[in-house]
């Protein structure tokens, strides 16, 4: 058993005072009533601002702290002061996470593990498959990432799509085009796991203690790439550029799968008739394989229809984001580009809610069909472009689908998809209006003094061409609620950009308390099939995955 360690949390700065690690151990000892020769260790556990007194914004430090002896520290503990510490500080015992990774008798195993996908689930089901001996083979139907970027670029400067290489498909997801967030509301000891992986790999080390850890999507593309060498490293078969087609089924069980070429002239070492065979399928795919969903669907796998929701990006200037969050401290050097999230809940509308959040980038499109439009927001990891953008998420209820098939909603979608390639001209323009022209019911003509960071470009219409009636009602509703908590937030001259409908996922698939499918051997597992939502998270339930299989093989 490892030595536990004390929690120590509510350690403040202001932003002028030094937070180097010296500063901290001086804090720390003087809470604890020790010397700082007695700290024996120190490890940063979360560094967080707290901004609710705009006049004095704080940085406030969690530590975990080792003084030979933890264990009776708190028992000890009499005096008045110290006790009002401990309280104060939540000072308590806490036993440091380590992830034990068991090896498996390869001679126990008849087939190799086959992954589907290369998200986050996959890659962290892939690593841990790999370091237990278990070789798996991965699958990925779009490009490998430096591919991709180039293949993402030629569409946002050329309009020229690459339907199985582009924002939604390829290594690491739309991820790759997003921000990188890895805040999670899910609190579950593997994240440090997680997160220690990605510094491993070159991200920065300050997402091991970030209250809102972020990679951003330039440095997050050459973490991927490290974390596909360390898992080669070891031991697997990665085919890029190469769809599943279809899965065969014995018994009820998973026996293998057929797979295809989605890039044209590529020559790859598949097996006889296409076909991998397997005991184990671990499906990460993406909620935008449509095709994919309909071929399970076909062959037997269970699953239900959901909510999910469609939006509009918001962009705003950043410094005026900044300014309203931080007041006169906006400008100080260690404040980040400013974040929110906001609700706004009405009796006559449905709710709206901010969603992904990318402080200081870009909106971008991340189509991945032909004759539709899908945008998405994305950060660099410094954060410092001319705009900060935002989802304004309204839910969309199995009732709006149209009918009950399980897959009614690949038509909703594909419907305002359409309409919102059209609303754009038609080139992969995305349609766009001003907040001030959209509250008013006319179409916008040009920007004013709010410009855009989309790529490719916009096309300035009525959004009401591309939206449910249900939308436009509550986000009208909502942006005047939003500017009382956030000043500005409702300016005329802020862009709203459409349309955004794969936020989650669609359908939800069954998976039992061995996070099994109906048919044997399949587990579903992350965003796609709804049990997950983001980085993070679905990296966690890949992580349980692997350990489903650990058991199954020992």
């Known amino acids: 058993m490892n030595k536990k360690l004390l929690k120590i949390e509510e350690i403040t700065f202001s932003l002028d005072e030094n937070e180097d ?20 260790s120190l490890e940063k556990v979360k560094r967080a601002l707290d901004s609710r007194n705009k006049k004095q914004i ?11 002896d933890n264990e009776n520290f ?12 401990i309280k104060r500080h939540k000072i308590r015992l806490q036993e440091p996470f380590v992830y034990d990774i068991k090896k498996v008798d390869w001679s126990k195993v008849k087939k190799r593990p086959i992954v589907v996908g290369s998200g986050p ?22 490009s490998e990432v430096n591919q991709r970027v180039q293949d993402v670029h030629n569409f946002w400067t050329k309009r020229v799509l690459n339907i199985h290489s582009n924002v939604q498909f390829g290594e690491w997801w739309a991820g790759t085009f997003s921000d990188g967030k890895l805040y999670t509301l899910v609190n579950d000891p593997r994240s440090k796991f997680i997160f220690s992986e990605f510094v491993n790999c070159g991200a920065p080390e300050e997402i091991l203690y970030s209250a809102r850890p972020h990679i951003g999507t330039d440095r997050l593309r050459w973490v991927v790439r490290n974390l596909r060498k360390k898992i080669i490293s070891l031991w697997w078969d990665f085919f890029f550029d190469t769809m599943m087609s279809n899965i065969s089924i014995e018994n009820g069980k998973i026996s293998g799968v057929y797979v295809q070429s989605t890039k044209e002239g590529s020559s790859q070492n598949y097996p006889e008739n296409n076909f991998f065979a397997t005991d184990d399928l671990i499906l990460w795919l993406w909620h935008s394989a449509r095709e994919t969903y309909e071929m399970l669907y076909n062959a037997g796998l269970q699953m239900t229809q959901k909510p999910f929701a469609i939006w509009v990006r ?13 007041w006169e401290s906006c400008q100080h050097i260690k404040l980040p580009t400013a974040n929110y999230k906001l609700v706004a809940h009405n009796k006559e509308t449905r709710s709206v809610y901010t969603f992904c959040m990318c402080p200081g980038w870009e909106v971008v499109n991340a189509s991945s069909e032909d004759g539709k439009l899908c945008i998405n927001g994305m950060s660099h990891y410094a954060q410092k472009n001319i705009n900060s953008n935002s989802a304004l998420l309204v839910n969309v209820n199995p009732s709006d689908f149209w009918s009950d098939h399980p897959l009614a909603w690949v038509a909703f979608q594909r419907y305002w998809e359409q309409k919102a390639f059209e609303a754009g001209g038609s080139d992969a323009s995305a349609p766009a209006q001003l907040v001030g ?10 920007f004013w003094n709010v410009n855009t960071t989309f790529k490719p470009s916009l096309h300035f219409t009525s959004l009401e061409k591309c939206l449910p009636d249900f ?16 000043h500005w937030f409702a300016d005329p001259n802020a862009i ?13 698939f069954f998976r039992d308390d061995n996070w099994e499918s109906n048919i044997k051997w399949i587990y579903p597992t992350g965003e796609w099939a709804w049990f997950a939502g983001g980085i993070t998270s679905s990296s966690i339930d890949g992580m349980i995955i692997w350990e489903k299989i650990l058991e199954k093989y020992s």
């Open 496 to 508: 709203l950009i459409a349309i955004e409908a794969r936020t989650s996922a669609v359908v939800r």
């Open 58 to 68: 704080l940085v406030v430090w969690s530590v975990l702290v080792d003084i030979w």
């Open 437 to 446: 022209d959209f509250l008013d019911g006319k179409p916008s003509t040009d």
């Open 314 to 326: 918001i962009e705003h200037p950043r410094e005026l984001i900044n300014t309203s969050q931080f």
């Open 74 to 85: 708190l028992s000890k503990a009499h005096h008045p002061k110290l006790l009002q510490n």
């Open 21 to 40: 690690d010296a500063q901290l151990e001086d804090k720390t000892a003087k809470i604890l009533w020790i010397k700082k020769e007695q700290i024996l």
């Open 121 to 142: 689930s996959g890659l962290f089901s892939a690593l841990l498959l790999a370091q237990a001996w278990l070789k798996p083979i991965i699958l990925e139907r779009g």
């Open 471 to 486: 939308v436009v009602e509550a986000l009208k509703k909502a942006l005047p609620e939003f500017d009382k908590k956030i």
